[in-house]
């Protein structure tokens, strides 16, 4: 159960309680029951959306106060009322950022070089400036607007899909995008479609309504979408090779090195020539595939995560997950001596989605993680990881078992971490957490030999659970 459930649930048995104890709240006293349900209605919807249960505890409320459908009604229009009075803008300043950093890395070049500017003052200039506007007319547009965390999320996620449609777009339609001698209408794509992915994104978000934590982890299923989508691609149909010609040759008569104009060269130009258009056709296709790719990632991210009680630590949680799982993985293939390439493309993908599973399923286990938990999680695991390093390093054993430690040592360290934050979940057949005890103190060790007797320091790990 989610906090502000559990807050009302509290508010709904206190309230019971004083209705049953208490002799000066009758079931006439009209006024007194209006105030019980108004304040719990209003807890139920301080953040502008009722989950099912908070739905369920407010009806059994209504019947215990014996409130009338037209009294719920008149409560909920008056609180409804007060709520649009009191803008949620606790988003905009991450948007204000956003919309800078827009305008002066992506806008403040690309006008001036839209315009064909020659003088490189205009250049910079219209960096600064463009940072300058693109904050002035962020904060003077969301001046009035209702902006919490999740829909300024959703609006950020837009932006940088639309980036990339406008990117696969331009590729789709054969332009270049060269800084020299590019097609200037590819930047100008591109600058249409960041505008035009933050509309779509906040349409999104007035549509499923996310809270912070599940438009974090749909912006995660987008991100390993694309990834996983790019990544399989460039593996099972590399980018074609640029040919190859030496601009200087060795001449054998001349018994020295000569310059070779390549350009003259008309075999080169004909390599040259297949190379563009089979590069054109490479980059057409991963356009489209991404063009695919988002959308799809998008939709199974709303139904995978648009629905589940996450908080802004449990989505943290789960980057965890496919930063951990993906270099588990390679450390695992590495381990195993995968030379093929495809194999570890394929490896590291379905590593980083299994560990998000995992830690989706099995870590996280219907309990919230707040944000600091979530931080000292990853500490714990990374803490665990550098433990294990340090093991290979002191035995001086070969770099397989180093790796080897330092994902016994991640996993141990997230298990370790899990448990002290959260220690009556399930898993506890090892014993309970105040039986569990990990020591590690420094240690020596003397070591005679058959010439000498040395002092080597070491490490004495007691684990009792």
Not at 18 to 29: G, L
Not at 96 to 106: E, R, S, Y
Not at 149 to 158: D, S, T, Y
Not at 306 to 323: K, P
Request: aromatic share 14%; proline share 3%.
């Amino acid at each position: 159960m989610q906090k502000k459930s559990m807050v009302l649930f509290i508010l709904f048995i206190t309230f019971r309680f004083n209705f049953a104890q208490t002799d000066s709240i009758a079931v006439s006293d009209t006024l007194q029951r209006i105030m019980i349900y108004e304040e719990a209605y209003r807890t139920a919807s301080h953040d502008r959306q009722i989950k099912e249960d908070e739905k369920a505890i407010l009806k059994t409320l209504r019947r215990s106060l014996l409130l009338s459908k037209f009294d719920v009604k008149e409560i909920e229009y008056q609180v409804s009322l007060a709520g649009e009075k009191m803008l949620d803008q606790s988003g905009r300043w991450p948007l204000v950022l956003q919309n800078i950093g827009w305008g002066a890395g992506l806008y403040g070049w690309g006008i001036p070089y839209m315009l064909n500017v020659q003088d490189e003052k205009w250049y910079a200039a219209s960096t600064l400036l463009s940072f300058s506007a693109s904050f002035y007319l962020t904060y003077r547009y969301t001046r009035t607007m209702d902006i919490p965390h999740p829909r300024a999320q959703m609006m950020r996620l837009g932006s940088g899909i639309g980036f990339h449609y406008g990117y696969s777009l331009g590729k789709i339609a054969g332009l270049d995008f060269d800084f020299e001698e590019g097609d200037r209408s590819f930047l100008g794509l591109m600058m249409v479609s960041v505008p035009a992915g933050i509309w779509i994104g906040d349409q999104l978000y007035q549509r499923w309504q996310p809270t912070n934590g599940q438009s974090w982890a749909i912006t995660l299923a987008s991100a390993m979408g694309a990834l996983a989508t790019s990544s399989l691609y460039n593996t099972f149909n590399e980018r074609p090779d640029e040919p190859w010609c030496d601009s200087y040759q060795y001449d054998e008569n001349l018994g020295e090195w000569i310059w070779y104009d390549c350009g003259s060269d008309p075999e080169y130009q004909k390599k040259r020539k297949n190379y563009k258009d089979d590069l054109k056709t490479w980059e057409r296709a991963e356009g489209f595939l991404y063009l695919a790719a988002y959308p799809l990632s998008l939709y199974a991210g709303n139904k995978i995560f648009g629905h589940q009680e996450y908080s802004f630590g449990d989505a943290t949680i789960l980057y965890q997950g496919w930063a951990v799982g993906m270099l588990y993985s390679l450390m695992l293939m590495d381990l195993l001596q995968i030379e093929e390439e495809k194999i570890y493309s394929v490896g590291a993908i379905m590593g980083g989605v299994g560990s998000v599973y995992l830690y989706h399923k099995k870590i996280l286990g219907g309990f919230d993680f707040s944000l600091g938990e979530s931080i000292l999680l990853a500490t714990g695991t990374i803490s665990g990881i550098a433990f294990g390093g340090a093991i290979g390093i002191i035995t001086e054993a070969e770099f397989e078992f180093a790796e080897a430690s330092m994902i016994l040592g991640g996993i141990a360290g997230t298990w370790i971490t899990r448990k002290i934050l959260n220690p009556d979940k399930d898993g506890m057949a090892f014993g309970k957490i105040q039986d569990f005890k990990l020591s590690v103190t420094p240690d020596i060790q003397y070591c005679p030999t058959s010439s000498v007797s040395s002092i080597i320091p070491g490490i004495n790990i007691q684990l009792n659970f």
